[in-house]
């Protein structure tokens, strides 16, 4: 599967960004999708992930200010973030696995991956 993301960018703290992802070479609404980020010295994490029951999980941080979402029929996944903070600075990428999100792409076993998208937040 080929995922190409967009819209990152510079925003300042406190502000919004919406991430987009579209996927091609695979039967789109079968895949777990979903969103990692790594930080500059810091390891690739996972942000949240949005099963094909449109299932969500995120991790802590960004519970209650990120959104995961998908359009099946335009094969594209989102990520709004909003509330913006410093600590969400990082290379965003998304990722895609056609088997149950907890069962592999939650735990980092991946099937494709995205070039990544740069998000910096700033004060």
């Known amino acids: 599967v080929d995922l190409v993301e967009t819209g990152g960018g510079s925003v300042q703290v406190g502000g919004p960004l919406r991430l987009s992802c579209t996927a091609s070479g695979y039967t789109y609404k079968y895949l777990c999708m979903g969103w990692f980020r790594q930080a500059p010295g810091k390891e690739l994490r996972p942000v949240a992930y949005?099963?094909?029951?449109?299932?969500?999980n995120y991790t802590d941080s960004v519970k209650g200010r990120f959104t995961i979402s998908r359009d099946n029929d335009k094969r594209t996944l989102y990520l709004q973030m909003n509330n913006l903070k410093p600590e969400d600075t990082a290379m965003y990428y998304c990722?895609?696995?056609?088997?149950?999100?907890?069962?592999?792409?939650?735990?980092?076993?991946?099937?494709?991956w995205g070039q990544g998208t740069e998000v910096t937040v700033s004060s």
């Open positions: 949005i099963d094909t029951d449109g299932t969500t």
């Open positions: 990722a895609a696995d056609p088997s149950q999100c907890t069962l592999r792409l939650w735990v980092g076993y991946v099937s494709g």
